[in-house]
């Protein structure tokens, strides 16, 4: 089976709907997101895609942005590969799609905020070339349902 790693177009629409539906994702909430990257100030996005007999078989957001102390930045997420594909060099291939898109838009830097329990994730990172910056604590105080 062929697979092409691309950015992709207007007719992956669908596909990527349907993709993320499958990994249990909205497609149209992952779009509507603001990054946290670039002071949530994102001046370019775009989807890098696997397709294999026009299927998305893997995907990742990818937000430039300007960062008030780094300068222009990349930033990943959304990185999801269908589950009989992650032992393959997939996830590699697709990390080295996003820097070469990055060393071509001469960015300072990729970066991705990655959850503590993606241990699979954070190590295909690290592999990419990737290294731990710091780490978040992310605290939320929740409130009940409003009406309105």
């Known amino acids: 089976m062929s697979i092409e790693v691309r950015v992709a177009t207007a007719h992956d629409r669908q596909s ?3 993709f ?5 994702l ?3 909430n992952l779009t509507s997101r603001i990054t946290p990257a670039a002071g949530g ?3 370019e996005t775009m989807f890098i895609v696997a397709v294999t007999d026009s299927m998305v078989v893997a995907a990742m957001r990818l937000d430039i942005g300007q960062d008030p102390l780094l300068g222009k930045v990349g930033f990943v997420q959304h990185f999801e590969i269908e589950d009989a594909l992650e032992s393959t060099d997939l996830g590699k291939r697709m990390l080295e799609k996003a820097s070469q ?3 071509e838009r001469s960015l300072r ?3 991705a905020l990655v959850p503590e329990d993606r241990k699979e994730v954070i190590n295909l990172f690290k592999t990419s070339e990737f290294k731990e910056d710091h780490k978040e604590i992310l605290l939320r105080k929740d409130f009940k349902s409003r009406i309105f």
Not at 20 to 24: I, L, V
């Open 16 to 18: 990527l709907k349907e």
């Open 20 to 24: 993320y539906a499958r990994e249990g």
């Open 26 to 28: 909205d497609f149209k």
């Open 41 to 43: 100030i994102a001046s």
């Open 101 to 103: 898109i990055g060393e």
């Open 109 to 111: 830097c990729l970066e």
